[in-house]
């Protein structure tokens, strides 16, 4: 009696191993479904997803490349239009993975879809993740065609493809998570409007995508630094171009520690059903 006992304890205990864990076994196929929800739900709206980016790159670049390109010319030794693509990248990533997440989890909310996900099986960490690469998918894709459409109306250069490459998938996560952060907390879209109208945005505008910090100033040059922004247009820059105005090293540092404090913060919260239950 105790063997048998015993065994099927054993039995039960070996099934839940899976989902004690991180997102193996089973929990990878629940992680991967509710990724894929995520993908196919921007990727329908593939004028918004495809068409859009394409068209602002074009307008950037025609703009500011005839309008400002044809006075300035020269920004550190390198073209003006050719100085501020990586910038323009960066923003293309950075806006779509923070609007596409927190859009996605708090329509859910409205709709209540979000309490069946919160009673199935997947876990928080699942549930987190799968939002959060939801964005940080469409970001990789929508900057990934700026990119494609800049390299053909300009000649864009990679001096270093491997800080480029970790720079942006920071980058991404990071507002990957800042969207996944105000989706759970907003409770109308109004909030969400207020984060990426009145802080998001003025925040990529004003870290330098389309200047250099090095030619404002005071007390502007110091407000540019405060804002944290500035070090990851600089990381994206120095990716493409090779010229930055912060210590690589440290910016990468400090934002790496940005998306893992990021990442905790949200784990805890989807733990909790922080305004997620009804």
Known sequence: MSSTTD???????AARKPERGPILGE???RFTALLSREVS???????QTLGAPLLETFLYISVFGAALGSRIKTLHGVDYVV???????MMSWAINAFSNNSS??????FQRAIDDQLSSPA??????MAFSLGGFLRGMTIS????????????LPVEHPLVLIVALMLVGMFFAQVGVLVGVRAEQFDDVSFAQTFVITPLIFLGGVFYSSALLPEPWQTLTHVNPVYYMINLVRYGFIGYTEASVALS???LALAVGALMLVNLRLFKRGYKLRA
Do not use: C, Y
């Open 83 to 89: 100085f501020i693509v990586p910038g323009l990248i």
């Open 104 to 109: 996605s989890i708090l329509q859910q909310k």
């Open 123 to 128: 876990s928080p960490l699942e549930l987190m």
């Open 41 to 47: 739900r921007f990727w329908k709206i593939k004028r």
């Open 144 to 155: 990934t065609i700026t990119f494609l459409t800049a390299s053909v109306l300009i000649d």
């Open 27 to 29: 929990g990878w196929v």
């Open 252 to 254: 990468l540092g400090f």
């Open 7 to 13: 065994r099927g304890a054993g039995v039960t205990d």
